[in-house]
């Protein structure tokens, strides 16, 4: 049995599966809760004591803190959650490696900062620490299925992928360009970017910009992210990826994509030599898919086998080099390289 600790108590540690229009699991808790050889021995909120004891009672969990360094001082884990806000990923991250936790399940971002980001990772590697970060869409089957398309080589080359999404890149849409970087496979190169200035959220009281970019990736393809709006629930979640040889659209909010590929068609417009995009194939999201549990699976796995998990602490650093280089090609004018 996995020995689990749980570090922050906020929405996507407990409280976001209590919204009934969530079809499938996204909490932390109850993804735990709901995972074979898996056992929470202890959760740590942040002040509230009463808060503490009452999702203990309600989860029947041994032991509650409010101190995440006593908690990790007096206890033996396996895999421990960090779900406290962004600005505390780091501190608590080190803890947790220093302490001799072997596996870290961290929220995204992994930080505001490219240089604690590059720090957690190098103390995870040198502690043979398992780091997964919750960019949850690279376990969702549909985006592993447009994976699987694209390794087959159905569009070809990827020579364009643009992100549609709403405001604040480092809370909403990094989930849309970790995807991007999912999907090419790639690091970025350099991007180009435009800070949005009408419309700042804040978060944890941090400013979270929006923002849109270009990005040229390693691989020659051309990323575009556009991520603005003026509230956070104008939600939006979309990928167009353009090939040599075809085209993939992800859309309604991420639930379906299609393939389409060039084809010979009667009565083409253009001429009676040339090809058109032609659906191949449509795809919606099963809801059967349930991504948490197939993260912890998957963080298991590399605790008894090896490896690491598909998001980790690499793939989410180059997520950070993408939104950190757009607020500074904003703020500086100029083209940030890697």
């Not at 499938?24 to 735990?32: G, R, V």
């Not at 009672?57 to 032991?63: A, G, L, V, Y």
């Amino acid at each position: 049995m996995y020995k689990v600790g749980i570090i922050g108590l906020g929405q996507i540690a407990y409280f976001i599966d209590k919204d009934p229009n969530r079809k499938i699991i996204w909490s932390h808790i109850k993804a735990y809760q709901n995972t074979k050889n898996t056992k929470i021995t202890a959760i740590c909120g942040n002040t509230d004591l009463n808060l503490v004891k009452q999702i203990q009672k309600d989860e029947n969990i041994e032991k509650g803190y409010v101190d995440y360094n006593k908690m990790l001082e007096e206890n033996e884990f396996d895999i421990v959650s960090i779900c406290t806000p962004i600005e505390l990923h780091y501190e608590i991250a080190k803890k947790c490696i220093e302490t001799g936790v072997k596996a870290i399940f961290c929220e995204k971002t992994l930080s505001y900062s490219i240089k604690e980001a590059k720090e957690i990772l190098e103390l995870s590697k040198k502690n043979n620490t398992v780091f997964a970060v919750n960019y949850i869409l690279r376990w969702d089957n549909i985006n592993k299925e447009i994976k699987k398309l694209i390794e087959e080589n159905a569009i070809g080359k990827i020579y364009t992928i643009v992100g549609y999404g709403a405001t604040a890149l480092h809370t909403s849409a990094s989930h849309i360009i970790d995807l991007m970087l999912y999907f090419t496979n790639s690091k970025p190169e350099y991007v180009i970017g435009e800070k949005q200035t009408d419309f700042i959220r804040e978060v944890h009281g941090f400013n979270d910009y929006g923002g849109c970019g270009m990005i040229k990736f390693k691989s020659g393809a051309i990323g575009f992210i556009k991520a603005v709006s003026t509230s956070p629930f104008k939600y939006m979640l979309e990928i167009d990826i353009m090939g040599e040889n075809g085209r993939i659209r992800l859309y309604n909010n991420g639930n379906s994509f299609e393939l389409y590929q060039y084809k010979k068609v009667n009565n083409n417009e253009a001429g009676s030599n040339y090809e058109a995009l032609t659906l191949i194939k449509q795809y919606n999201k099963d809801y059967g898919n349930e991504r948490m549990l197939d993260a912890i699976n998957n963080i298991i796995e590399c605790l008894e086998k090896g490896g690491e998990p598909i998001s980790n602490a690499s793939t989410a650093l180059e997520s950070i080099k993408i939104i950190e280089g757009i607020k500074l090609s904003s703020d500086t004018k100029t083209k940030i390289d890697f």
